[in-house]
């Protein structure tokens, strides 16, 4: 069997994450610590809902 290559494509999901993120953050008033926390915890909740779905 030969190698294969694997390409991956980055689009603009990461910059709406982040959006997404920064705005919750800011429309909550989450203090620094809390706003860390949430990097770590959001995206765990995030993704037990999506798989879920599928």
Do not use: D
Not at 10 to 30: A, M
Not at 33 to 43: E, Q, R, S, T
């Amino acid at each position: 069997m030969g190698k294969e290559k694997i390409v991956g494509q980055c689009g603009s999901s990461g910059l709406i994450w982040i959006s997404g993120w920064l705005f919750t953050v800011g429309f909550l008033e989450l203090s620094f610590w809390k706003g860390v926390l949430a990097v770590i915890i959001w995206p765990y909740y995030l993704g037990v809902t999506v798989n879920a779905f599928l």
